[in-house]
T-cell receptor, first 117, second 110 residues
């Protein structure tokens, strides 16, 4: 099946710093990628839809200036958590759907665990 | 918003079939039913999806009721490695976003 890779798998940072997480589709092109956040013992919450070559679409309640998304190519989307604080500590997961149709399923990355001290 | 409801948790004996139900009473005619599972601290893994016919693959079977208001995911011979949270999602084939509900935490017991 299609592979989506995230980097880093885990990161620890100090409060006030910014952290960038990369999401790559390794063997397919993805016009659209999605970013989710998951807190312990909770479900995945969709944060934003990342569109190649255009601005991301954010879900209600997600601060676009805090969670910067860039989708510079058909195989790479990045999420930057700016001025991170302890409450931003979470498991961030990206997903992608192959361009050009297919059967519609999304392929998910392995997730990136962010801990803000 | 998620359009599905699932039991919070279920147990299944190892080697037995695990039957995971999902209600999606407001499903639209062009919406598919997708199933994913998430093993602890990993990204979700695709299992199966269907529109109205029953589907089977190497992982599982998906049974969709005739009125499409509910479905059941069947793991025919559950193993300990099937312990995970199972999510049922409805979405149109041309739609974009997947919204996750609370899922069912399946525990396979030795």
């Amino acid at each position: 099946g299609a592979v989506v890779s995230q980097h880093p798998s885990w990161v620890i940072c100090k409060s006030g710093t910014s952290v960038k997480i990369e999401c790559r589709s390794l063997d397919f092109q993805a016009t659209t990628m999605f970013w989710y956040r998951q807190f312990p013992k909770q479900s995945l919450m969709l944060m934003a839809t990342s569109n190649e070559g255009s601005k991301a679409t954010y879900e209600q309640g997600v601060e676009k200036d805090k969670f910067l998304i860039n989708h510079a190519s058909l195989t790479l989307s990045t999420l930057t958590v700016t001025s991170a604080h302890p409450e931003d500590s979470s498991f961030y997961i990206c997903s992608a759907r192959p361009s050009g149709g297919g059967t519609g399923e999304l392929f998910f990355g392995e997730g990136s665990r962010l801990t803000v001290l | 918003d998620a359009k599905t409801t699932q039991p919070t948790s279920m147990d299944c004996a190892e080697g037995r079939a695990a039957n995971l139900p999902c209600n999606h009473s407001t499903i639209s005619g062009n919406e598919y039913v997708y199933w994913y599972r998430q093993i602890h601290s990993q990204g979700p893994q695709y299992i199966i999806h269907g529109l109205k016919n029953n589907e089977t693959n190497e992982m599982a079977s998906l049974i969709i009721t005739e009125d499409r208001k509910s479905s059941t995911l069947i793991l025919p011979h559950a193993t300990l490695r099937d312990t995970a949270v199972y999510y049922c999602i409805v979405r149109s084939n041309t739609g974009n976003q997947f919204y996750f509900g609370t899922g069912t935490s399946l525990t396979v017991i030795p």
